[in-house]
């Protein structure tokens, strides 16, 4: 199982062969997949299961064939997993008349935590300023930082986090990542599934893609990227000689089409070591000096769109 990128050696969570269907929708379809140490992405379009993933993950779902495991524990028999783990859902799950203080001291009463640990959290996301205010005033933004101070408040070992960047500006988005960063910098493991997809980016190297329920891809971009050999990659080109190096280009080995666009040339190839070298050869011939030879998709957005076309 450790040859599989979507699997790593020594989980701390296990997914094993997980379905889950409500009445004849399936969700999630026979997922295998693990999480250990460090940061891992869950990408995937609208509706494609990553919250269901996240709630069978939790406990919170109970799975209709397979098996989840946090550290080789069933969360559904053994409720004390829950002492290293922490959930921060998409939806808001906050009472709107109590503070954020109050919100937050409720959640470490529960978790066992304490006072002082309910202001570190609340100092980590920076609203100690805005501590004493009702919840139910906050904008979006404000809300997700509450929901995840309150989670922090316990320093989970696992945290599970469904798109907690909703609603949040870039100044805050970039703390949370920090944030986000130190834990899993600190071995502490750290699932998200986000659709502000350069921050995930930033955040993870590993990525793990679901559409319509399945597991689509797992490992980083470039590995992902490289297993769709079937989609030509696309590649900027910029030189002192654009058009005649453009015109050179059109119809030659590993080229499958050409653009000129703003002055660069953007090419398509499914062989970028072979496109490189006719880029080469040609601008030796041309006298074209090229500037910069980038690949454009080679990114979390680029892999996106091609799961969205894909449904």
Sequence with gaps: ????PAWVADPTIAVRG????????????DVTCSFGPGITGLLGPNGAGKTTLLRLICGLLVPGDGEVTIRGVNPRRDPSVYRDLALVPEEDAVYGFQTAREFVRYSAALSGAGRSEAEEALATVRLLDAADRPISGFSKGMRQRAK????LVSTPLLLVLDEPLNGTDPVQRAHLIDTFRDLARRGHTVLVSSHVLAEVERMSGRVLAMVDGKLAAAGDIGAI???????????????DGSRPLASALVGMEHVAGVTLEAGAVHVETTDLSGLGHVIADTARRLEVRITRFEPEDESLESVFRYLVGRR
């Design 148 to 151: 995840v101070a309150a989670a």
């Design 1 to 4: 199982m450790t040859a599989s």
């Design 225 to 239: 990227r490289a297993a769709m050999s079937h989609i030509p990659y696309r590649v900027k080109v910029e030189s």
């Design 18 to 29: 997980v379905s889950k269907w409500f009445g004849q929708k399936v969700a999630v379809s």
